[in-house]
């Protein structure tokens, strides 16, 4: 008598093995996604702490990131900032793992670049 599996047995837990395997891949690439829009949007948050604070020393927003001492976490790009007046402001971001059109952005006293109606200064993402 000899021991060991048989070949149907072999492919029976190879099939089983690969519709696992089927379902898990597309959750793990959703949730690569959703960490990366997670990271722009801690950014934006973080962005409007340094924007706040410059603007409680000089009385006004600025869209020079230097001066803001503001730090990028990895793989998000800077933001690019537009400071249109003295007390209002807006941003995107995107990030470098996501395609060119995936971005979030945020506003305070204007209209968010993603949602133009959206004064509340929330980051909504695209």
Excluded at 38 to 44: E, R
Excluded at 49 to 70: C, H, R
Aim: glycine residues 8%; aromatic residues 8%.
């Amino acid at each position: 008598m000899r021991k060991g599996f048989t070949l149907i047995e072999l492919l029976i837990v190879i099939v089983i093995i690969g519709i696992l395997a089927a379902i898990a891949i597309p959750k793990f690439a959703n949730s690569k996604s959703k960490s990366y829009y997670s990271a722009m949007q801690t950014d934006l948050r973080n962005l409007v702490t340094a924007e706040q604070a410059f603007f409680s020393d000089s009385g006004k927003y600025t869209s020079n990131l230097p001066s803001l001492k503001f730090q990028a976490s990895n793989g998000v790009n800077p933001p690019v900032i537009s400071a249109p007046g003295g007390h209002v402001w807006s941003a995107t971001i995107t990030h470098s793992q996501m395609a060119s059109d995936a971005q979030c952005a945020i506003a305070i006293g204007m209209g968010n670049p993603l949602a133009p109606t959206d004064t509340s200064g929330a980051p909504r993402c695209k």
